[in-house]
């Protein structure tokens, strides 16, 4: 592994365990030349996935850019960093397992509402407002009625303020 410090081809691994129930494995590493610690993970990939963007433009799928946009939508609710690697491992299982070398951009962005939804309702809005291109108040209130909708007969607004 090259060290991003340094470019040095030959740097140690310090310590290594598994992570994300046993999905993945992190590896502290150190560079002898410049003595840069830094962290790096190891994953199963089934196959490689090809993200086609509704343009037509074809990207080669990464999962830190997934991770990224959640964590976006994600900013400063309560959620532990270790359900939302737990979803995004999910999104990335799904999408590898469903057989398709090539994803269109609005199954990831729907496996990410999905995932959004049953996470936060915060964040769901958040996600939902980009990935559906809300134009106006009257789109958020549209999602607000669904997430009203699809809550318990009788159970509050997961949404309302909290004083």
Do not use: W
Not at 9 to 19: N, W, Y
């Amino acid at each position: 592994m090259r060290c991003p410090y340094c470019s040095c081809e030959e740097t140690q691994v310090k310590d290594s365990r598994p992570t994300e129930e046993n999905a993945a494995i992190r590896r502290r590493r150190v560079c002898p030349d410049c003595g840069g610690r830094f962290t790096t993970f190891e994953r199963v990939q089934l196959r490689e996935l090809i993200v086609v963007k509704r343009s037509g433009r074809k990207v080669p799928f990464d999962r830190d850019k997934l991770s990224k946009s959640v964590e976006v939508a994600l900013r400063k609710r309560p959620i532990e960093s270790e359900r939302v690697d737990r979803m995004v491992s999910g999104i990335v299982r799904q999408l590898e397992s469903a057989g398709e070398t090539e994803v269109p951009s609005s199954t990831i962005g729907a496996y990410v509402m999905e995932g959004l939804r049953a996470l936060d309702p915060v964040a769901y809005v958040r996600f939902a407002s980009v990935y559906r291109d809300f134009r106006e108040a009257a789109d958020f209130q549209e999602v607000l009625g669904e997430i009203a909708r699809d809550d318990a007969p009788g159970a509050p607004l997961r949404l309302a303020k909290k004083h």
